[in-house]
């Protein structure tokens, strides 16, 4: 009877290694009743909103960054006479165009003054409030969401990338798929791996459930690279078949100096991914929202390093044929002196949560009284922005 130790040893020889193991990752799917999709993306290292969505309209943005506003006069483009977007995102502007490309300014979080990145991640994924026992901070909202969908299939969710997601980890099973992972084993090394674990239910499980995945990823995602337009083409395929729900994450957003290149960066790799989606997506595209949304926003103030430093208020972006686009949503809290969050931060003036909640109730019924409890515990949803077309 064969070993583990002799099982470690053939299987380096074969290249197959736990590092490639793909469980550890940052794309999650879910099946769901119906044909609207719904896909989140975690805009990691906050987002500066006023650079990407800015508001030239208000005369103290020049003020308070002398070098970092541009406006339509530096090459924005103008959206609405108040509101200008980031030519970093000119790509999208078509999408503008036809109504399928919004904002949503000043929102927020409950996360306020920590100013930690993870611990407003966990506290946006998590989708709970800083002023809950921590019994209810567990797991993420996407995970609650399938959970509170009756007709939601367990085949269900499965995460892609290099890093680990919080948003739809939870009771509802499920799965993990790297793009990057080298998971090819041949006929006879699975032979071996299956004989192996054959009494071990947790290896032999695991195993399996590698085995299926890899299996199912071959053709032709599996040449598809960990970057966002990867992921994006990705979660199209999925989203193409039985998956309702997708969530995936872009980094790079956090502009501590030098923020035109670092955040230009960012905005290339989030055009791509939204653009491979609605590419992908074909006739689909019109049954989708995409949701983009960050832990918090910077400082209104740019600083000493042509960057901007962690702040409060952000921007939600979204992006589908189901939305109402082509508009901003929401009031403007000002950037004057008295405007703004502990004299240095947009102010917030509504949840982003809110308006995933509202998303979820007009793609799969959810009632209120459900998201507010129970997936996003402790929220008031508020008046509809009636995001979606």
Not at 264 to 281: C, F, N, P, Q, V
């Amino acid at each position: 009877m064969l070993s583990r130790r002799l099982f470690l040893k053939s299987t380096a020889l074969i290249g197959c290694s736990a590092a490639a193991h793909p469980l550890l990752s940052s794309m999650s799917f879910a099946a769901a009743p119906g044909e609207n999709r719904l896909v989140v993306i975690i805009l990691r290292g906050a987002m500066d909103g006023l650079d990407v969505l800015q508001p030239y309209g208000d005369p103290e943005l020049a003020r308070l960054r002398p070098t970092l506003a541009m406006g339509p006069a530096k090459g924005a483009l103008d959206l609405d006479g108040f509101y200008a977007l980031h030519p970093g995102l000119s790509a999208l502007y078509p999408l503008w165009q036809a109504g399928e490309l919004g904002f949503v300014p000043a929102v927020s979080t409950p996360y306020r003054d920590k100013r930690s990145h993870f611990d407003g991640q966990d506290l946006l994924e998590a989708g709970t409030g800083n002023d809950l026992p921590v019994r209810f901070r567990q797991g993420g909202w996407l995970n609650r969401l399938l959970q509170a969908m009756p007709g939601a299939m367990s085949e269900t969710a499965y995460s892609v990338g290099v890093e680990e997601m919080l948003i739809l980890s939870g009771k509802a099973p499920a799965r993990s798929w790297a793009p990057d992972a080298e998971l090819e084993l041949s006929p006879q090394a699975q032979l071996l791996l299956d004989h192996l674990y054959h009494e071990d239910a947790l290896f032999r499980d695991a195993a399996a459930e590698a085995n299926q995945i890899a299996a199912e990823t071959m053709q032709p995602e599996r040449r598809s690279r960990a970057d966002a337009a990867g992921l994006g083409r990705f979660a199209a395929t999925r989203l193409n078949g039985e998956t309702r729900i997708a969530s995936f994450s872009v980094a790079g957003w956090d502009s501590h100096a030098n923020q035109p290149a670092v955040i230009g960066k960012a905005m290339t790799r989030l055009s791509d991914a939204i653009l491979a989606l609605r590419e992908g997506l074909g006739a689909n595209w019109a049954k989708t929202t995409v949701l983009a949304m960050t832990e918090f926003g910077r400082t209104a103030r740019q600083n000493g390093s042509n960057g901007t430093d962690h702040g409060t208020g952000g921007a939600m972006l979204m992006a589908g044929g189901a939305i109402r686009g082509g508009r901003v949503i929401g009031d403007w809290p000002g950037l004057g002196e008295g405007d703004l969050y502990a004299g240095r931060d947009l102010m917030p003036l509504r949840d982003v949560r809110a308006h995933a909640a509202w998303a979820m109730a007009g793609l799969y019924g959810i009632p209120r009284n459900q998201l507010e409890t129970s997936i996003f515990p402790g929220l008031d949803m508020g008046d509809d922005p009636r995001i979606l077309a």
